[in-house]
């Protein structure tokens, strides 16, 4: 058992924003997608790593609402990856007890990424040892708005709950993000040097602990995912109280 395992400051949700892939590839004198489909690899040592130190939530931002922008092959080339990968992997969720979720702006994916999608996460619905959620379409902001949106709506359905709307607290608006149900993150990483959220988890991200490494993310494996886990171990979270 490593150092990690034996602490009781396993983190329970880890989120990790993947970055570098393009630098990856461009360094090795190659087309960019080549380094999102090493990058997948990582997901995978990534994944492995996280059940083996008993985290229960993993998320990775596979692509934010702004990722549309990028050019149309890369988007396409990334969309039927996530696909295959979705759909090559639901054997080694099932042996390994790993539920897959994918959040975000699903109505942007195409059809047969979402046929994937679908019958990934029916098939590991039932899966109790991990939850992998892969943001996929997502932007924080995005997710606000979704959730104001939907709130909006049903009080004008149901205007006899108006009241209710001043009572409400932070826990209560938890419910309509789309992560209701979902602990918040308890660290989020990122990789390539970049030190920014980028639109990530905005609400969710608000006690987050960050760990910042240089390594791009085809080269964050199970020893990196590791270091990230001892550093948090180490870390005193105050939530803004004193100690
Ligand atoms: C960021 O690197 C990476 C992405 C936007 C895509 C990440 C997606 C994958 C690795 C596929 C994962 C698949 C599943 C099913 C989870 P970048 O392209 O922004 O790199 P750069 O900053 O060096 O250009």
Redesign the pocket.
């Known amino acids: 058992m490593n150092d990690i395992t034996s602490s009781s400051k396993v983190p329970v949700h880890v989120s990790i924003i993947?970055?570098?892939?393009?630098?990856?590839a461009r360094e090795r004198g190659q087309e960019?997608v080549m380094?999102?489909f090493e990058?997948?690899e990582s997901?995978r040592a990534c994944t492995e790593a996280a059940v083996e130190a008993g985290v229960k939530y993993l998320s990775?931002y596979?692509?934010s609402e702004e990722?549309w922008n990028r050019p149309d092959t890369e988007v396409s080339t990334?969309m039927e990856?996530?696909a295959k990968?979705?759909e090559n992997e639901i054997d080694t969720f099932m042996k390994n007890g790993v539920r897959m979720v994918v959040l975000g702006n699903r109505a942007r994916l195409g059809a047969a990424l979402n046929a994937a999608i679908d019958g990934c996460m029916e098939m590991t619905a039932g899966n109790s040892v991990m939850t992998l959620i892969?943001f996929l379409s997502y932007s924080g902001r995005w997710d606000i708005l979704q959730a104001a949106q939907k709130l909006a709506l049903e009080i004008a359905d149901h205007p006899e709950r108006r009241e209710s709307l001043g009572t409400m607290d932070t826990e209560d608006f938890g419910n309509y993000l789309v992560t209701a149900g979902i602990p918040d993150p308890d660290l989020i990483i990122r990789t390539?040097g970049e030190l920014r959220l980028s639109n990530y988890l905005l609400w969710q991200g608000a006690y987050s602990e960050f760990y910042f490494t240089d390594t791009?993310?085809p080269d964050f494996r199970k020893p990196q995912f590791r270091a990230a886990l001892e550093d948090f171990a180490r870390r005193e979270r105050r939530y803004g109280k004193v100690k």
């Open positions: 993947m970055d570098g892939n393009g630098r990856w960019r380094g999102h990058g997948v997901v990775v596979a692509f990722n990334l990856l996530m990968c979705i892969i390539s791009l993310w």
